[in-house]
């Protein structure tokens, strides 16, 4: 149990276009999604937390407007990243918990590289 | 701000040697302390974590550590480490319970096992 996933994978796009990266908790509900950015050979970065039907909480340096996260459904979160720009490139990883522990179930990532 | 600090960037070690990977953390509250793996091209697994209670964790695959409360560390161990064992490792703190939830990870070690 507790499986999270990642679509796409890997998205190539180019400058100034946007990508929606999906992540789904696939056998429990999350109350709580954490999208997290890992550049290489780096630690994991916390980007924001998204609470079911409720906005996204952006950590500090994040820019929310550049980095949009909606958390629609228990199982489902999303994060576009728009107008992408080459620095942008990075390896996002989702990460989502249930409502009563604190242990984070982590995805298995998607590689963006922004041309 | 509350930060983790890991000792050792890279580790570089024979089959049957001992290990030890030093965590610290900053924050001086209650915390729930966590040890993931990341196996090469695989996403971030959890070996260990520590809510309460004992202090010496039991974790997958052999590990233990060690919850040092006046030291503010969480020390990672495995007594005989295999090839398979190659891999980064990250420690995480989160604040303890009703305070959202956020992980902070260390800067994670790069561990190779030579076989």
């Known amino acids: 149990g507790a499986v999270v996933s990642q679509h796409p994978s890997w998205v190539i796009c180019k400058s100034g276009t946007s990508v929606k990266i999906e992540c789904r908790s696939l056998?429990?509900?999350?109350?709580?999604m954490f999208w997290y950015r890992q550049f290489p050979k780096q630690s994991l970065m916390l980007m924001a937390t998204s609470n079911e039907g409720s906005k996204a909480t952006y950590e500090q340096g994040v820019e929310k407007d550049k980095f949009l996260i909606n958390h629609a459904s228990l199982t489902l979160s999303t994060l576009t990243v728009t107008s992408a720009h080459p620095e942008d490139s990075s390896f996002y990883i989702c990460?989502?918990?249930?409502?009563?522990?604190?242990?984070?179930?982590f995805g298995p990532g998607t590689r963006l590289t922004v041309t | 701000a509350q930060s983790v600090s890991q000792h050792n960037h890279h580790v570089i070690l024979s089959e049957a040697a001992s290990l030890e990977l030093g965590c610290n953390y900053s924050y001086g509250g209650t915390v729930n302390l966590f040890w993931y793996v990341q196996y090469p091209g695989q996403h971030l697994q959890l070996l260990l974590k520590?809510?309460?209670?004992?202090?010496l964790v039991k974790g997958i695959k052999g590990f233990e550590a060690e919850f040092i409360k006046s030291k503010f560390s969480f020390n990672l161990r495995k007594p005989s480490v295999q090839w398979s064992d190659t891999a980064e490792y990250f420690c995480a703190v989160n604040k303890g319970r009703g305070q959202g939830g956020k992980l902070i990870f260390g800067q994670g070690t790069e561990l190779s096992v030579k076989p």
């Open positions: 056998d429990f509900q999350a109350t709580t």
């Open positions: 520590y809510f309460s209670g004992d202090p």
């Open positions: 990460s989502a918990s249930r409502a009563s522990g604190y242990e984070q179930y």
